[in-house]
T-cell receptor
Framework: AQSVSQHNHHVILSEAASLELGCNYSYGGTVNLFWYVQYPGQHLQLLLKYFSGDPLVKGIKGFEAEFIKSKFSFNLRKPSVQWSDTAEYFCAVSRSGGSYIPTFGRGTSLIVHP | KAGVTQTPRYLIKTRGQQVTLSCSPISGHRSVSWYQQTPGQGLQFLFEYFSETQRNKGNFPGRFSGRQFSNSRSEMNVSTLELGDSALYLC????????????FGSGTQLSVL
């Protein structure tokens, strides 16, 4: 079974700072990769996803993530965060080639100070 | 299009009791998954139902069970509640094919006293 590791549990930044949240997974086969976000008081929602093709994926609200297969990583980045990016971020991985359910990481709580 | 609806929003139970949570998926979605969310463990997968059949299962004890009805609505049952079952239980739906994103509900916050 695959597992997902998110290195940073809590991140505190000031507005305009750059963001990078780490995500590593353990599974030797082909994978689908996701980042979900949970804003305060809202549902979990998809931020971006990677299935195949260009390893640099762009999502909503200026977020992007890069899949580095050799490092089993799918780090989330944003060049300049805003106060409204304060949320919980979850990395998720599913095995490709079937109706597999994603395995989620523990999540990273991001607080952005205005 | 209505989103994923979970009821009730909050529940307080005592140890040893049993509880049933309900989830109505987005119209047309045949897959319903359940997750347990806790601050220290993140989201842990419980099980997935597709067309009334359990299709995937996580590593939870048999006290956790579920079912899905012909209209795709799903229920999750936890018997003999333990303090450690206190968590936010999330339901997510998708049409059912590969690579589809999950649509989450607001969750049911269960507190076991």
């Amino acid at each position: 079974a695959q597992s997902v590791s998110q290195h940073n549990h809590h991140v505190i930044l000031s507005e305009a700072a750059s963001l990078e949240l780490g995500c590593n997974y353990s599974y030797g086969g082909t994978v689908n990769l996701f980042w979900y976000v949970q804003y305060p008081g809202q549902h979990l929602q998809l931020l971006l996803k990677y299935f195949s093709g260009d390893p640099l994926v762009k999502g909503i609200k200026g977020f992007e993530a890069e899949f580095i297969k050799s490092k089993f990583s799918f780090n989330l980045r944003k060049p300049s965060v805003q106060w409204s990016d304060t949320a919980e971020y979850f990395c998720a991985v599913s095995r490709s080639g079937g109706s597999y359910i994603p395995t989620f990481g523990r999540g990273t709580s991001l607080i952005v100070h205005p | 299009k209505a989103g994923v609806t979970q009821t009730p929003r909050y529940l307080i139970k005592t140890r040893g009791q049993q509880v049933t949570l309900s989830c109505s998926p987005i119209s047309g979605h045949r897959s319903v998954s359940w997750y347990q969310q806790t601050p220290g463990q993140g989201l842990q997968f419980l099980f997935e139902y597709f067309s009334e059949t359990q299709r995937n299962k996580g590593n939870f004890p048999g006290r956790f069970s579920g079912r899905q009805f012909s209209n795709s609505r799903s229920e999750m049952n936890v018997s003999t509640l333990e303090l450690g079952d206190s968590a936010l239980y999330l339901c997510a739906s998708r049409r059912g094919g590969e690579n589809e994103k999950l649509f989450f509900g607001s969750g049911t916050q269960l507190s076991v006293l």
